[in-house]
């Protein structure tokens, strides 16, 4: 079932996103080479929780993170470890905020340094997937608008959409419906009514699109080993058009370390 929100109650799931837009510009000051996703991890848990939120992520389904931090071709769910970044990495950076009850997420891949002409490709690509979904959030249309804006977007470039994955509703919970794939036709799916509320989440590989999953039962690689990129919004369906609860793509103050 496909919960609604009220105007009130977006603004609640906004304020939630701009904390976590502050985390993740926060996060991207620290991306360097010698830096490990532990420190990450640890760098984002104390700023959220330093703003009366806290990690929506920490514990959820076991998950031992406060962000989840997937190297190269790690496509999602990247538990915080040792692992230290090296110059020409990419790594996408995935954060949860559950602030006054309601959650916001959103994701973004950062280049490590100078990076390689696919990686650069694939990061354009993929952030610029998701801006071409944007517009496509309005009552009205059909969720396999949005879908089909992402897979066409990112097909045109030569990439591969990871198929397997879905973006999802989301509210007072992580996780609710509908899912949302990253391709298909447009014009079917769920009508787009005002108060949903969306997390939009492109993965796109440089290779083929299929995954696999990891021994520790949580991170997803490209099952060809190609660098995969993420980037994700939260979205609100408004009578006004879409609203991103988590503008992490509009320049602001960069929260204090």
Known sequence: MIV??????????????AILVRTLNLLEGKVRAGVTTKELDDAAEKFIRSQGAT?????????PGSICASPNSMVVH???????????????????????GWVADAARTFPVGPVSAIASKLLETTEG????????????????????????????????????????GIGRDM?????????????????????????????VTAGRHQVRMADDHWAIYSQDGSL???????????GDGPR??????ENGEQAAA
């Not at 990690?55 to 998950?63: D, E, I, L, S």
């Not at 995969?228 to 408004?238: D, G, L, S």
């Open 55 to 63: 990690p929506a992520f920490k514990g959820y389904r076991g998950f």
């Open 244 to 249: 991103v609860l988590t503008p992490w793509h």
């Open 4 to 17: 609604k929100k009220t105007p009130e109650q977006i603004d609640k799931m906004a304020a939630a996103g």
């Open 228 to 238: 995969a990129a993420h980037f994700e919004f939260t979205i609100a369906i408004t």
């Open 129 to 168: 997937s998701l801006m071409a979904a944007v517009p496509h959030c309005k009552p009205g249309n059909r969720l396999g608008d949005v879908s089909n804006a992402i897979q066409r977007h990112v097909e045109a470039e030569g990439l591969s959409i990871v198929r397997s994955l879905v973006g999802h």
């Open 78 to 100: 990247g538990i915080p470890g040792p692992y230290k970044l090296e110059r020409g990495d990419i790594l996408s950076v995935d954060v949860g905020v559950v602030y006054d």
């Open 175 to 203: 996780h609710e419906d509908p899912q949302i794939p990253n391709y298909g036709p447009a014009g079917r799916g769920p009508l787009l009514e005002e108060g949903m509320v969306l997390a939009i989440e492109p993965m």
